[in-house]
């Protein structure tokens, strides 16, 4: 299976700042990451498809890169509506897996 | 609109057997797979599986294949997980999910969640 490493786990910030999740793949899988919002007591939200495909409805400010085995997720002027948990997927190889997500909290 | 909309809190006692519930409106029922995610509390997602409604072909993840089993009715629209041998470690709240248009295998459309607790 393919593990899905994201770091940190916990990035505290300040509204306003900008910031850069990480997830790294165990091997290349080219661009077949997804990335989602999860807020407390909520289902996931898809932000992000295939690395850097943006998603009707979701604000401008979130956008994805990278390929192979690194990829991030980026939130330009973070506001207080994004403190919540990242969680990114890959769908390269069957079963799809799951990061173990970065909680972005309020510094 | 699509949505899909799951049964309500189940508590159980260990040993015992749950069956969940997906129903989907919005769309064609038979033209997308259907997933299911679970989380455990303050943890991350895992798969546990899917199901094609067309034909009711599933696909397991390995470590849920005798934990879990998945159906699907046509007639109503309505995904199925039943969870036998329940433990402790089934504790968790259960995502059904599905893919968007040109979507590929990343999850558009989710579930409420349904909480299954296991406690005696």
């Known amino acids: 299976d393919i593990v899905l490493t994201q770091s940190p786990a916990t990035l505290s910030v300040t509204p306003g700042e900008s910031v850069s999740l990480s997830c790294r793949a165990s091997q290349g899988i080219s661009t077949s990451i997804h990335w989602y919002q999860q807020k407390s007591n909520e289902s996931p939200r898809l932000l992000i498809k295939?690395?850097?495909q943006s998603i009707s409805g979701i604000p401008s400010r979130f956008s994805g890169s990278g390929s192979g085995t690194d990829f991030t997720l980026s939130i330009n002027r973070v506001e207080s509506e994004d403190f919540s948990v990242y969680y990114c997927?890959?769908?390269?190889?069957?079963?799809?897996?799951f990061g173990s997500g970065t909680k972005l909290e309020i510094k | 609109e699509v949505q899909l909309q799951q049964s309500g809190p189940e508590l159980q006692r260990p040993g015992a057997s749950v069956k969940l519930s997906c129903k989907a409106s919005?769309?064609?029922?038979?033209?997308?797979?259907m997933y299911w995610v679970k989380q455990r509390p303050k943890q991350s997602l895992e798969l546990i599986g899917r199901i094609d409604p067309e034909d009711g072909s599933t696909d397991y993840v390995e470590k849920f294949k005798n934990k879990a089993t998945l159906t699907a009715d046509t007639s109503s629209n309505t995904a199925y997980m039943q969870l036998s041998s329940l433990t402790s470690e089934d504790t968790a709240t259960y995502f059904c999910?599905?893919?968007?248009?040109?979507?590929?295998?990343?999850?558009?459309?989710w579930g409420q969640g349904t909480l299954v607790t296991v406690s005696s």
């Open positions: 999910a599905r893919s968007g248009y040109g979507y590929g295998l990343s999850f558009a459309y």
């Open positions: 919005g769309y064609t029922f038979t033209e997308y797979y």
């Open positions: 997927q890959q769908s390269y190889s069957l079963p799809l897996t």
């Open positions: 295939y690395a850097s």
